[in-house]
């Protein structure tokens, strides 16, 4: 079993920044992608960021160029820092991770979600 533990979420004030952390913990052999998503409420979840074990990254339109993620593979950490923040960034934000075991079987593992609240 994979455990992911986020980190860093907050109140902050629009223009703002926060640093969100993901660990993932457990039986892991590999970590292929991982990545944020987020939800508002009233709204479907939808992806922000991600980035794979081979260095690549891809974010969402509206988050380009204010958000910045990033990995610590020997800490099997990602990271995402968000800066210009605004009020539609308000959100709870999920890690998400597709983890291998010692089965080599590809999963995908949900964190329990972190509150990002936006507003002056």
Do not use: H
Not at 61 to 71: A, E, M, N, Q, Y
């Amino acid at each position: 079993q994979v455990q992911l533990v986020e980190s860093g979420g907050g109140l902050v004030q629009p223009g703002g920044s926060l640093r969100l952390s993901c660990a993932a913990s457990g039986s892991i052999f590999s970590i292929y992608v991982m990545g944020w998503y987020r939800q508002a409420p009233g709204n479907q979840r939808g992806l922000v960021a991600f980035s794979t074990s081979g260095g690549s990254t891809s974010y969402a339109d509206s988050v380009k160029d204010r958000f910045t993620i990033s990995r610590d593979n020997a800490k099997n950490t990602v990271y995402l820092q968000m800066n210009s923040l605004k009020p539609e960034d308000t959100a709870v934000y999920y890690c998400n991770a597709a983890v291998s075991s010692s089965d080599r079987i590809p999963r995908q593992y949900w964190g329990q979600g972190t509150q990002v609240s936006v507003s002056s």
